[in-house]
Nanobody, 117 residues
Framework: QVRLAESGGGLVQAGGSLRLSCVASTSSWNAMGWYRQAPGKEREFVAQINWSGPKTYYDDSVKGRFSISRDDAKNTVSLQMNSLKPEDTAIYYC????????????WGQGTQVTVSS
C-alpha cells in the first residue's frame, strides 16, 4: 500500500503564500495531484502532474497562482500556492494514481490551509 504524507499547511493572510509537500512511499506512479475540500462542499480537483512529460493541469480557479512540481530524488510533489484568497481555505489532499486507467487510488490524510481576510 502506498503511503502519502502531506505537510506545509497552515494559517496565512490573504495575498500570502504557502507551499504544500507530499512525500510518497513509492517512486513509481502515473500521476500525482492535489484536491481540496472546503467545509460543506464536495472535494474538488486543484492540480495534477503526470509522470511522463511531465505535463501539468490546473483548475481554472488556481491557474496563474498555484504551481505543481516534483522532486524525483525525494519522491515528493509540491504545490506552491501564491496570492492566496479566503476561498482557498480547505483541507488539501495529496493523491496518487499508480497506473494508467486506475484513477487516483491512493490518498493522503490531508493538511489544513486557512486563508484569513
Amino acid at each position: 500500500q502506498v503511503r502519502l504524507a502531506e505537510s506545509g499547511g497552515g494559517l496565512v493572510q490573504a495575498g500570502g503564500s504557502l507551499r504544500l509537500s507530499c512525500v510518497a512511499s513509492t517512486s513509481s506512479w502515473n500521476a500525482m495531484g492535489w484536491y481540496r475540500q472546503a467545509p460543506g462542499k464536495e472535494r474538488e480537483f486543484v492540480a495534477q502532474i503526470n509522470w511522463s512529460g511531465p505535463k501539468t493541469y490546473y483548475d481554472d480557479s488556481v491557474k496563474g497562482r498555484f504551481s505543481i512540481s516534483r522532486d524525483d530524488a525525494k519522491n515528493t510533489v509540491s504545490l506552491q500556492m501564491n496570492s492566496l484568497k479566503p476561498e482557498d481555505t480547505a483541507i488539501y489532499y495529496c493523491a496518487l494514481a499508480s497506473a494508467p486507467g486506475t484513477g487516483y487510488d491512493n490518498w493522503g490524510q490531508g493538511t489544513q490551509v486557512t486563508v484569513s481576510s
